[in-house]
């Protein structure tokens, strides 16, 4: 079965750069969430999208901006990177219709993540 | 704001049983959540309990619901050196989940 697609899945870049992580969501599922977690962390919530419009926010920085395009992939914008920004980066979808079973819980499924290095 | 609390680590030998705890604060959640982490990779969910249920069982693990407590427990039949990871408990509606910190689990012979 497809998964969730993140891409790059390392990213190494200076201080003040900029990155820009994409997510592939499942076919059909038309929701997708944005997570830092970072060293011995839990996954932090940044941002969720839903039929292409911002519908949550969490503690995303203002450096950072993201977007969900008309194919429902997603990408993540940082910009003036800092060291606390390394961190995994995760992407999860959803089917805001019905669960995965149909059941109506909300169940996010993870993509592999995207390890950002700010040096 | 919603917050979701859980004890950090957890040792077991092979083959006792594990209980994982969360306590959580957002009584709006409909559904509550179990993810397991191995290490550098996604979250994968294990499995969730509606509301409403005070237990769900699903092979070797058995969900616990206290609602009026809001507490809930993940509990790992006969655990094996392959349930080693992180497991992390979420409550939340559909824009998003809110994730505890995560509780490791090492089985040891």
């Known amino acids: 079965a497809a998964g969730v697609i993140q891409s790059p899945r390392h990213l190494i870049k200076e201080k003040r750069e900029t990155a820009t992580l994409k997510c592939y969501p499942i076919?059909?599922?038309?929701?997708v969430y944005w997570y830092q977690q970072g060293p011995g962390q839990d996954p932090q919530f940044l941002i969720s999208f839903y039929e292409k419009m911002q519908s949550d926010k969490g503690s995303i920085p203002d450096r950072f901006s993201a977007q969900q395009f008309s194919d429902y992939h997603s990408e993540l914008n940082m910009s003036s990177l800092e060291l606390g920004d390394s961190a995994l980066y995760f992407c999860?979808?959803?089917?805001?219709?019905?669960?995965?079973?149909?059941?109506?819980?909300?169940?996010?499924?993870f993509g592999a993540g995207s390890r950002l290095t700010v040096l | 704001g919603e917050d979701v609390e859980q004890s950090l680590f957890l040792s077991v030998r092979e083959g006792d049983s594990s209980v994982i705890n969360c306590t959580y604060t957002?009584?709006?959640?409909?559904?509550l959540y179990w993810y397991k982490q191995e290490p550098g990779a996604g979250l994968q969910l294990l499995t969730y309990?509606?509301?409403?249920?005070d237990m769900k069982q699903d092979q070797r693990l058995t969900v616990l619901l206290n609602k009026k407590d809001k507490h809930l427990s993940l509990r790992i039949a006969d655990t094996q050196t392959g349930d080693s990871a992180i497991y992390f408990c979420?409550?939340?509606?559909?824009?998003?989940?809110?994730f505890g910190a995560g509780t490791r689990l090492a089985v040891h012979p």
């Open positions: 979420a409550s939340g509606g559909y824009n998003k989940l809110i």
């Open positions: 309990i509606f509301s409403n249920m």
């Open positions: 957002d009584s709006s959640s409909t559904y």
């Open positions: 999860a979808s959803s089917s805001y219709e019905s669960g995965q079973d149909y059941s109506g819980a909300n169940v996010l499924t």
């Open positions: 076919p059909r599922h038309d929701t």
